[in-house]
């Protein structure tokens, strides 16, 4: 069959198949995924020209070309003037690019293209990413975590990466094991003037007996960026045996994370790091005059029972004002607007009887507000906070009536 196609044809048919037999091939490029800032960037480009002569090899940054290697021209190398592109010249050529002093305006892509020599003229081309790393100038750090806990009390502290580009990855580990999502909370990284980020990382568990290994518990916090940064700073703690004394009730980081939301949406974002840490970790209380094992009802029924030894209505109304304020603390809870009393307060209520009505309406008012609270306080372990109120009322119980004392006298 061969014999009936033009002699021209074949001859045409054979040249195609030597130029694509020997064509370039396999073109890559090795681009780092991150660099520090002011440091080398070292960029490769790879290729098989199966025979074929080179004829050019082109680098660019996005669209624009800022380097050019043609080795039948002279010089053969060219550079070309790019913000953030600093090629080093001595130690590039037609197979490497070598970047001095990177920082933030070299982040970006980058594109290698190779042309081959007649007859093919083939070309083609490889891109990959490169980012710029300002990593931070500290060790993460750790807050929050004390160096004694007893089994059964609850961990909670914050481990801080500062002032990096981007934002550091955060990982915990408890005595080298990863630790369980759901002890852990990201909040949003915080920029500041510099655009340089913060970012804060949250850790929430109860200690158990399996915890502690001879005593001791390791909890270890990881900041990581690319693999350019990899810092992590450790916590060790003691396993605290002692025994509780019987009239003391310790709370220990027990409150919901409600109370104490590291993340305020409405922060500007280049708003310094504030300590977040500063929250209530620890309420002593003495139980003595209550007992610690009775239920949170009766430690009420005990408040209630102070009532009617309240003979005077200013002491009353300052008495509310105060156990309203240290719920507002305690819980989170809005500011809430108290009622004007008369000046007819001040007198005894015994000597009015429409004193004694006043008297009547502030008494149920508190016990509904108590009532109330009941909840939010059971979910505190309230028996330390309820033994708090109940020394508070009896000092200004005494108080009050040393004063009318004098006043009588």
Known sequence: MCENFPAHLI?????????????????????????????????????????DNLYSVKWYKGR??????????????????????????????????????????????????????????????????LEVVVVPGKEPIITGIK????????????????HSRPAAN???TINGYETNPSYVR?????????????????????VTPQHFIRGKLKIRCTA?????????TEKSIEEDRQVARPNEVNLINSFSDDYFDLEDEDDNEND??????????????????????????????????????LTTLPFLWYALQEILQLLRQLFGQQQITNAKIDNGLNRKVNKHSKHNIHYQQQKQQVEQHISRTTAKATAANSQAT???LLKWLQRKQKHSQANNNKKEN
Request: a positive charge.
């Open 170 to 172: 955060i990982t915990w």
């Open 272 to 309: 310094d790091v504030r300590d977040r840490s500063a929250h209530i970790t620890h309420i002593k209380g003495d139980m003595s005059s209550l007992n610690a094992n009775g239920s949170t009802a009766a430690h009420f029924a005990t408040c209630l029972r102070l009532w009617p030894h």
């Open 147 to 162: 160096s004694r806990y007893h089994v059964g009390d609850i961990i909670r502290g914050n481990c801080t990466s500062a």
């Open 11 to 51: 001859t045409l048919i054979k040249l195609t198949h030597l130029v694509f037999a020997n064509a370039l091939r396999d073109v890559r490029v090795q681009v780092p995924a991150a660099v520090r800032r002011g440091e080398k960037a070292i960029l490769k480009c790879l290729y098989d020209l199966e025979g």
């Open 386 to 388: 309820l033994s708090y």
């Open 64 to 129: 624009r070309e800022f380097y050019s290697y043609t080795p039948k021209e002279t010089p053969a190398m060219k550079v070309f003037q790019f913000s953030g592109v600093k090629v080093e010249r001595s130690s590039s050529n037609e197979s490497q690019l070598v970047l001095d002093t990177v920082n933030a305006a070299t982040t970006g892509k980058y594109s290698c293209e190779v042309s081959a020599d007649a007859p093919s003229f083939h070309t083609l081309i490889s891109a990959g990413d």
């Open 224 to 232: 990581h960026i690319h693999d350019v940064y990899w810092k992590s």
């Open 186 to 206: 990201q909040h949003k990284p915080i920029k500041d003037l510099r655009d340089l980020e913060t970012v804060i990382s949250g850790i929430h568990f109860v």
